[in-house]
């Protein structure tokens, strides 16, 4: 049985993403949104499953990222719509190396 190893990608450097900010990146063919909130570095998948808008763009605050189209709120630590915890978009391990930011893919 093997196990699944995550192997991460260079995305950033930390002065890239801003505080309550969220960046776009396609890594391996995926739309991740990556954005830094009190100080640490999440990534989600960056499409809104409601009708397909770019959570990078939306309102950052309080580990949640509130989708600007219509309003739908993510939990940044896990991807659960905060009004409905069944409804998720995918979530990504982050490191950060010396000054690179880094999104984990298994």
Not at 15 to 31: A, M, N, W
Not at 58 to 86: E, M, S, Y
Not at 98 to 103: A, I, L, M, T
Request: proline share 5%; glycine share 10%; aromatic share 10%.
């Amino acid at each position: 049985m093997s196990e699944s190893v995550e192997k991460y990608h260079t995305v950033a450097r930390v002065d890239e993403i801003h505080e309550g900010e969220g960046k776009p990146f396609e890594v391996e063919g995926r739309l991740i949104a990556v954005f830094l909130d009190e100080g640490v570095y999440y990534a989600i998948d960056d499409t809104c499953p409601h009708q397909g808008a770019p959570l990078c763009d939306g309102i950052v605050a309080n580990k949640t990222v509130t989708c600007t189209w219509h309003g739908w709120c993510f939990r940044l630590t896990d991807g659960r719509w905060v009004d409905n915890p069944r409804v998720l978009v995918g979530t990504y391990p982050v490191r950060v190396v010396g000054d690179e930011v880094q999104v984990g893919i298994v």
